[in-house]
């Protein structure tokens, strides 16, 4: 648990990103002024928490329950990268 890997912090004054930047449904750029996150950061802090998670758990096997609506998708996203991360590092050793 020592070995976490840094936060990122976003602060209220961040300026963003203009959305010419970014491949953004045309229904979507009328309520949008900026993109604060972009979906690689987000995906690059999500494997990064799935390598945390894994060192955490020392090779045991992992149970997951998902109880808020609308979070199956991060939480299969997250149990099924640490699934192929853990593969991957085994077969390659």
């Known amino acids: ?17 203009d959305l010419d930047c970014f491949s953004i449904p045309k229904n979507y750029t009328q309520d949008l002024e900026k993109v604060f996150i972009p979906h690689g950061l987000i995906m ?9 998670v894994l060192q955490d758990m020392g090779g ?16 299969a996203g997250n149990v099924l990268y640490e699934y192929m991360w853990s593969f991957y590092h085994k077969t390659k050793a």
């Open 1 to 17: 648990m020592a070995n976490r890997s840094p936060s990122i912090r976003i602060g209220d004054d961040a300026p963003g990103y």
């Open 44 to 52: 690059d802090r999500i494997e990064r928490l799935a390598g945390d």
């Open 60 to 75: 045991q096997h992992i149970v997951a329950l998902c109880v808020l609506k609308g979070a199956y998708k991060f939480l």
